[in-house]
């Protein structure tokens, strides 16, 4: 036991604490954090770094699930169809790369290239996200339904697309899944849509991470300070939720996906980066800019929209679709 108390596992344990705070504070970011967090402090090669932190999701999502599931809120039909098609995928996902090489050096390769186009991917249906529910809110078509009817085809595709993007990269079930539901089912309410995508990231994880062990085994000098860490982070971040600003945290999320995106591309050697070197002022520059320039073109978007450039609705408005302009009572949260 006292071989597994190092500074690495010490590293481990905050990285698993901060990233547990992000998730319970906003819902999201877990794979999509935890892993390049990991790989950044160059704990264990991709597909093993992979491995725990899918097993690791599997233990602190659980909890928020059963959570969820006591107060009603999940929506369990489908919550169902999602999960006949993502569990296959993800049980599937981890083979397909591997089949590609049985290189080491390689499959590590493939593994980073695939989790920095991940990161870019979650980064951008987030801000779709927005969105799409910037449009709702002036439009004012919408309808709230938490009982919608299953579109059992669409939501089936879904589930297969997460399903093999976590099952590879663990990173999708909070994020690319939420912006699909939000998008095939805009009449849910925000704790139905969070609950019910919960529920089906459950197994979802788990079949991941059983896959991935079964392929690469599990390090538990990454895992144990792992679920160490990010279980009382994430019981924190949710006590935190209703006291923190969420504007600047979520903006902060995409900020921090696309550095990480594009850094893991730069790290992996991808072309157009180049393979000789690292390009950290790039990577910096690029934070910078979607720092200063997303909050203006966001302004610009719902100026257009006919709303003004800033002020309410605010983001946490904007993400609730039982949200409606002008409701009495309705208190601001944030600056969106």
């Known amino acids: 036991m006292t071989d597994l108390i190092t500074v690495t596992f010490f590293s481990i344990l905050a990285a698993g604490f901060l990233v547990g705070i992000v998730v319970g504070l906003t819902g999201m970011g877990g794979g999509a954090l935890m892993t390049p967090a990991l790989l950044f402090l160059g704990v264990g090669e991709a597909a093993t770094v992979v491995t725990a932190d899918l097993t690791a999701a599997a233990v602190y999502k659980t909890g928020g699930a059963i959570v969820h599931k006591r107060e009603g809120s999940p929506n369990m039909q489908l919550a169902k169809w999602l999960m006949i098609g993502s569990?296959?995928?993800?049980?599937?996902?981890?083979?397909?790369?591997?089949?590609?090489?049985?290189?080491?050096?390689?499959?590590?390769?493939?593994?980073?290239?695939?989790?920095?186009?991940?990161?870019?991917?979650?980064?951008?249906?987030?801000?779709?996200?927005?969105?799409v529910n910037l449009q709702r809110v002036r439009s004012g078509t919408h309808v709230h339904n938490d009982d919608p009817t299953i579109r059992v085809v669409p939501t089936l595709l879904v589930g297969m697309l997460g399903g093999l993007l976590v099952g590879i990269t663990s990173v999708g079930s909070g994020s690319v899944i939420m912006i699909a539901l939000l998008m095939l089912y805009p009449g849910l309410?925000?704790?139905?849509?969070?609950?019910?995508?919960?529920?089906?990231?459950?197994?979802?994880?788990?079949?991941?991470?059983?896959?991935?062990?079964?392929?690469?085994?599990?390090?538990?000098?990454?895992?144990?300070?792992?679920v160490i860490g990010s279980v009382p982070g994430t019981i924190l971040g949710a006590t935190l939720a209703p006291r923190v600003p969420q504007s600047f945290i979520r903006r902060g999320i995409v900020v921090v996906l696309t550095m990480s995106g594009v850094a893991l591309l730069d790290k992996s050697g991808w072309a157009p980066l180049g393979v000789e070197e690292t390009h950290p002022f790039l990577i910096a520059g690029i934070g910078l800019a979607t720092l200063l320039i997303l909050p203006i073109v966001w302004g610009f978007l719902r100026k257009r929209q006919g709303l003004p450039m800033f002020g309410s609705p605010t983001i946490a408005q904007l993400e609730d679709p039982a949200y409606r302009p002008g409701l009495v009572g309705m208190k601001k949260i944030d600056d969106a």
């Open 87 to 131: 569990i296959p995928m993800a049980l599937l996902g981890p083979h397909l790369v591997a089949w590609f090489t049985d290189d080491t050096e390689q499959l590590n390769f493939v593994l980073v290239i695939c989790i920095g186009f991940a990161l870019l991917l979650a980064a951008a249906t987030y801000a779709l996200r927005l969105y």
């Open 189 to 226: 309410s925000a704790v139905r849509l969070v609950g019910t995508d919960l529920v089906q990231a459950v197994p979802l994880v788990m079949a991941a991470a059983i896959s991935n062990i079964f392929l690469h085994g599990i390090d538990w000098t990454i895992l144990i300070p792992l």
